[in-house]
């Protein structure tokens, strides 16, 4: 059984900064490509960064240059540091680990960014 626990979100001031991390337990995790989502009231979840097992990284252009995705393959740990954070990426925030064509989603941590 597939469990991934996230943490780390809260409220911050805008220009603050946030660290989410989410453990991953019952997958390989070494093998799997990882993500980090989000979503508001009203709107599709979206990608925010994602990381190939090789480690290949993509983000939204709205986080490139603020948000790192980073992985620790020997805690089985996907963690997304976000900097110079605004009001705009006030959402819930979800991790995400995929593997042979499954996908693993965590139960959702609230990022709430004062102006």
């Known amino acids: 059984q597939v469990q991934l626990v996230e943490s780390g979100g809260g409220l911050v001031q805008a220009g603050g900064s946030l660290r989410l991390s989410c453990v991953a337990s019952?997958?390989?995790?070494?093998?799997?490509?990882v993500a980090w989502y989000r979503q508001t009231p009203g709107k599709e979840r979206e990608l925010v960064a994602s990381?190939?097992?090789?480690?290949?990284?993509n983000y939204l252009d709205s986080v490139k240059g603020r948000f790192t995705i980073s992985r620790d393959n020997t805690q089985n740990t996907v963690s997304l540091q976000m900097n110079s954070l605004e009001p705009e990426d006030t959402a819930v925030y979800y991790c995400a680990v995929s593997l042979s064509w499954n996908d693993y989603w965590g139960q959702g941590t609230q990022v709430t960014v004062s102006s």
């Open positions: 019952g997958i390989i995790f070494r093998a799997s490509a």
């Open positions: 990381m190939s097992n090789t480690g290949r990284t």
